[in-house]
């Protein structure tokens, strides 16, 4: 008995990840139309950056409103590749993307100049993110500025991204944001055939993300994210660097919804500020506490779950889902904080052994952030 | 001369605005470790509450005086039926709190837009308050010194009942140290619902002085709330001082930046001097220090 | 042995799910032929099916609903008189949520999963911009019914709104015929204030008019007081107003209060409309604004529409230049398959030239190149109650030209 229940722990995480992978890679394609797919194209890019939020929030304890300005930087490094890849296919090697020429003076910033390779482009989509975040990581978590300080600080950042986005137009398109694109690293993006390699890409990413996360909450370090998350002074006191870690976990986590981000902007044919403002940090939010924010792959599937919802909900009730949305969080983090899945691994417990056991990933109560409050 | 009187002018009205929406947020923040997401909707309900008080009280010139003591009863209800309903539930896990009033933010915001529809409703300026004087060059507008004397008012008024009533004496030792107050007889739970009906009604207060720059609209609330978090932010919590010299700071150091560069580069610049702040001082600008605080 | 096992396990999940993805690879470099823009618009039945795709929720609902309003208007009468080529129209309607990627993700679906022959709709540029990939890849049609920027032409999307040669430019001459010497910018920080002002100001050049102040605020943001103290510090002649959406609330306020009026510094804007006039909260009567259509246009076209509208959607609803361009659309693409004799998007296309609809505003005429369509431009001043008195003109339909390249002034890579 005690056998199995390791051997559960050990594999039974492993198997729900690749039967995310089977639905996602062999199931959807096979039932769903082009169009339906790439909507859930979308939806996987949310779930990508939502494993992040998932590993930040959940087991690190970090309230991370303001993931939108790290998808966003994913989002706009693909973006501007892809326009100038469109650029380049029609007016040679030194053409600049259109709207520079309608709305600016036909002259292109230095910085996107890099852009035109695509390794640089696939580089920058990781070190990107991951430069802002530790900069912004490390003032933030060396002065002990945390939680509703810090959430409040990360939610300001995606206001103020989405306002230095919109007017910057002649660098970024402001407003409308880049689009037009015509082809994927060489691939025409209107091809039926590429789209789903895309598809399939964002959906390989999703599961490596996953198993990637897996591994980290079963290693040591996950061990002692979680400790920070639920008492910050004592593993102080045991000698480790709490803001070490936290950076870790917020690195990480930026780098995923950057990895979310770059992959949104093919899928969807756009990135504008409307996908990366406050509005669209909450969204994210919404689905990590939707399926389970310490979780495994609550994360990911309440991502899947918010981004279907909108779509078919926005069609049935166009006026209504924001009802939906504000309900959602409502009802769920007062009666359900530890999300939908928790429900499932209480099952789960309660199946494996006679006595509830205590499971690492139950919600937290973190009293310990009243700290700075208190 | 007036490349300096305005924004310093202008700049001390927009602040004067910050501080009574982040007063409201200081005092629950400061009390109970609320953040409050919704509090921006509650200066959308005074500015509705404006409207709705000039369709009755036709005289506009009366009617923005009858709309405050309005408007703060109307928010400081919202606020009251908040508390009640959801956030006496989960004092003990204030990030959670955070993203359900994310929640009632969102609500609150849907319900004005199919109240009272997506375009927004028109708010009379009275005719007191409609003119200017010239301030070295600078037409300053009546309005604006009216929203600073409102906040002057406000404040004055939270600092009498801090200080010279019963259930500031509550307030304040609530906020020294909970524990210690609920063993001496002080029933944390009543004085938890005042403040909170006290802050939310600030904000009502606040959304008058907005429908006269704005009119209402459902998104109102959103303009507001991210600067006024800023200041609470950095202005430590627990003592009023440090909310009131933040507010002017933010809001003249925004004017200044608008006036030198643009409103946008304005938002960017201030954040960023806020996040420099927090690196001198993470704990904002005061803060109280006692045991309980940890 | 343990670690090992896990990491072998590991190992597999991964390997699996490439080997799940390559499969699904097979992909085409850009070039290769791809057989996607088949049509699957069905024209045996006796209806037709068209898209309607504004955004019902979200901050454009507001003015997007207007207009799907006067799309369904456009409908029902169209099938109350027998319908295009004797088929009624079966409106599919879709929200657009104000985000450019879900109007990206409906239009698709309306042309590919509805399999509609035409859709409606759009208003930002944004969403404008993100269809137009999705539009001319599927090889559909989109009919679009805003006044925008202009420097755009796709041959599977029909303009019906006014470009800036019909709209900023003839707003200029009215300014220059009222003898302005100075001109003050005022705008929304975003793509169509930027670019109407860089016409404006090669224009105002050409025309002797001084440019003494440009500023621009974020689209939420509604606290102008620093903006407009230095338009009283500039003493402009007129102020040119491109600011979007409720800031103009705050535009307009910040302008009274710092004791400017009509009489001294008059306004003259381009999205204010016979809505927005009555929501400022101030009396602007006596400013003015450039359009292609007014309530107040006298025709009997005109009378019919408002009416038409006021009974169905009650006499208190205004009718405004967008509502009008909508309305026109559905009519136009009404003409333009009967003179094709089909639904056919390429057969639409050649036929198109010059066809007419006598519309609420005027004859207007569709130009075959550009797919912008000719309109009458007019200045209406502000009355008392809130409707436009129409004080110029350009007599005539202007051609639509939406790169400028009549105007020997513009020079698209200046400043």
């Given at each position: ?15 729900a990840?690749?039967l ?48 939108g ?19 380049m ?14 709305y ?7 910085w ?9 482009t696939?580089?920058a989509i ?22 509703a ?5 990360t ?8 306002t ?20 994927f690293?060489?691939y ?26 897996w ?30 870690i ?10 995923m ?6 992959l949104f ?15 669209a ?39 209504q ?8 969080f409502?009802v ?14 209480q099952?789960l ?5 006679s ?13 310990d952030?009243?700290?700075?409050a208190? | ?9 202008a ?10 929406a ?32 000039q369709?009755?009280?036709t ?19 919202l ?6 309903a ?9 990030l ?25 409703d ?9 003119g ?18 409102l ?23 609530t ?8 063993t ?5 739970r ?16 606040g ?6 720059i ?40 925004t ?40 | 042995?343990?670690q090992?096992?896990t ?14 993805s ?33 955004s ?31 088929k009624?129209?079966?409106p ?9 990627a ?33 539009v ?5 049609l ?79 943001d ?30 307009v306020?910040?302008y ?48 019919a ?31 333009l ?43 209406g ?7 436009f ?27």
């Open positions: 008995m005690k056998q199995l229940q390791t051997w559960g722990r050990t594999w039974g995480p492993l198997l990840i690749a995310v992978a089977v639905a996602l890679l062999m199931v959807a394609p096979a039932v769903l139309s082009p169009f339906r797919l790439n909507n859930l194209g979308k939806y996987v890019c949310w779930a990508i950056a939502g494993v992040g939020i998932g590993l930040a929030w959940g087991r690190g304890g970090m309230l991370v409103m303001g993931q300005v790290f998808f966003g930087l994913g989002g706009y490094a693909m973006a501007m590749h892809l326009k100038l890849e469109a650029a296919a029609s007016g040679g090697p030194d053409a600049v993307p259109d709207f520079m020429v309608l600016g003076d036909g002259t292109m910033p230095g996107w100049e890099p852009f035109r390779s695509g390794a640089f696939l580089a990781v070190v990107l993110p991951a430069l802002v975040a530790v900069v912004l990581g490390w003032a933030i978590f060396k002065r002990r500025v945390k939680g300080y810090f959430a409040i600080l939610q300001a950042l995606a206001v103020v991204f989405a230095l986005l919109v007017a910057t137009i002649k660098q970024t398109g402001g407003f409308n944001g880049l689009n037009q694109f015509t082809q690293f060489g025409n993006l209107y091809d039926p055939v590429n789209k789903r390699m895309i598809y399939s890409i964002a959906s390989v990413a999703l599961v490596v993300c996953l198993v990637l996360v591994q980290l909450y079963r290693s040591r370090f996950g061990e002692l994210l979680v400790a920070t998350r639920d008492a910050e002074e004592r593993v102080r006191f045991l000698g480790h660097d709490p803001a070490n936290k950076l870790v976990a917020f690195v990480l986590a930026a780098v919804a950057s990895i979310g981000g770059a902007a093919p899928i969807t044919g756009i990135i504008s500020p409307s996908d990366v403002d406050a509005t940090s909450i969204l994210l939010i919404a689905g990590v506490a939707l399926g389970g924010r310490a979780l495994l792959l609550g994360p990911a599937l309440g991502a899947l779950a918010v981004g279907f919802g909108r779509t078919t909900l926005s069609e049935t009730f166009p006026d889902w924001t009802y939906f949305l504000g309900l959602l409502i769920v983090i007062l009666f359900l904080p530890a999300g939908l899945g928790s429900m499932w691994s099952a417990g309660r199946l494996r052994s006595r509830p056991t205590p499971t690492r990933a139950s919600a937290p109560t973190p009293t952030e009243l700290e700075v208190r | 001369m007036d490349a300096f009187t305005t924004p310093l002018l700049g001390t009205a927009t602040g004067a605005l910050l501080l009574i982040a007063l409201g947020l200081a005092l629950t923040f400061g009390q109970m470790g609320v953040i409050n997401m919704a509090h921006g909707e509650f200066l959308m309900a005074g500015a509705y509450t404006t409207y709705l008080t369709q009755v009280v005289s506009t010139d009366l009617s923005i005086l009858v709309a405050l003591p309005v408007a703060f009863l109307v928010a400081g209800a606020g009251l039926l908040l508390e009640v959801i956030i006496q539930w989960m004092y003990r896990r204030p959670d709190t955070l993203l359900v009033t994310v929640g009632v933010s969102l609500l609150l915001q849907q319900l004005a837009k199919d109240v009272f529809g997506a375009q927004g028109p708010v009379h300026t009275p005719g007191w308050l409609d200017n004087i010239d301030v070295l060059g600078y037409h300053w507008p009546f309005r604006q010194m009216f929203t600073i004397v906040a002057g008012a406000a404040l004055a008024g939270l600092g009498a009942l801090l200080r010279y009533t019963a259930y500031g004496r509550r307030i304040r030792a906020v020294q140290n909970r524990d210690l107050a609920e001496m007889g002080v029933s944390t009543a004085v938890d619902r005042v403040t909170f009906f006290v802050g939310s009604g600030l904000a009502g207060i959304g008058v002085a907005v429908s006269l704005s009119g209402t609209n459902p998104n109102l609330g959103t303009t507001y709330i991210i600067s006024a978090f800023l200041v609470v932010v950095a202005g430590g919590l627990g003592q009023l001082r440090g909310t009131v010299i933040a507010a002017f700071a933010v809001g003249v150091v004017a200044f930046f608008t006036d030198w560069f643009s409103s946008s580069m304005a938002q960017v610049l201030t954040f960023a001097l806020v996040v420099v702040f927090l690196q001198l001082r993470p704990q904002g600008l005061f803060t109280v220090r006692a045991r309980g605080l940890a | 042995m343990f090992s096992r990491r072998f396990a590991t190992g597999t999940v991964l390997a699996l799910t490439a080997a799940l390559l499969s699904a690879c097979g992909g085409s470099k850009s070039g290769e032929a791809s057989a996607s823009s088949a049509s699957c618009v069905d024209t045996s039945g006796d209806t037709i099916k068209l898209g309607f795709l504004n019902t929720s979200g901050a454009m609902a507001i003015s997007e609903q207007t207009v799907r309003d006067s799309l369904s208007l456009a409908a029902t009468q169209i099938n109350a008189a027998g319908g295009i080529l004797g009624k129209i079966e599919v309607v879709e929200d657009g949520a104000s985000d450019p879900v109007f990206a993700e409906k239009i698709e679906k309306l042309l590919t999963g509805d399999c509609v022959a035409a859709v409606f709709g759009g208003w930002t540029s944004a969403s404008r911009k993100a269809m137009l990939p999705v001319e890849a599927d090889n559909g989109l009919f679009y019914p805003v006044q925008y920027e202009g420097l755009e032409a796709s041959k599977n999307i029909y303009y019906t709104g006014a470009t800036t040669n019909q709209q900023i430019i003839p707003a200029m001459d009215f300014l220059k015929s009222k003898g302005v010497k100075t001109l003050f910018l005022a705008g929304s920080d975003y793509v169509f204030p930027r670019t109407a002002n860089k016409i404006i100001k090669q224009y105002a050049a050409e025309l002797g008019i001084e440019i003494v102040g440009e500023e621009y605020v974020p689209l939420d509604d606290d102008w007081t620093t903006q407009v103290a230095k338009i009283v510090e500039a003493k402009p002649d007129f102020v040119f107003n491109t600011i979007n959406g409720s800031s103009n609330v705050g535009f306020k910040a009274y209060e710092q004791g400017l009026s009509a009489k001294t510094t008059p306004i003259i804007s381009v999205s204010i409309a016979e809505e927005e006039a009555p929501a400022m909260g101030k009396d602007v009567t006596g400013q003015f604004a450039a359009w292609n259509y007014f309530q107040s246009v006298k025709s009997p076209t005109n009378d529409f408002i009416k038409a509208f006021q009974d169905e959607y009650g006499a208190d609803r205004p009718t405004s230049d967008p509502m009008e361009a909508a309305y026109t659309s559905l009519y136009l693409y009404k003409a398959v009967e003179k094709a004799d089909s639904f056919d998007v390429d057969e639409i296309n050649d036929a198109a030239d010059g066809v007419t609809f006598d519309a609420p505003e005027g004859t207007v005429t569709i130009d075959g190149e550009n797919h912008h369509i000719a309109k009458t431009a007019l200045i001043q502000i009355n008392a109650d809130n409707q008195d129409v004080v110029w003109s350009s007599e005539k339909p202007i051609e639509p030209d939406p790169f400028l390249e009549g105007y020997a002034w513009w020079d698209p890579s200046a400043e």
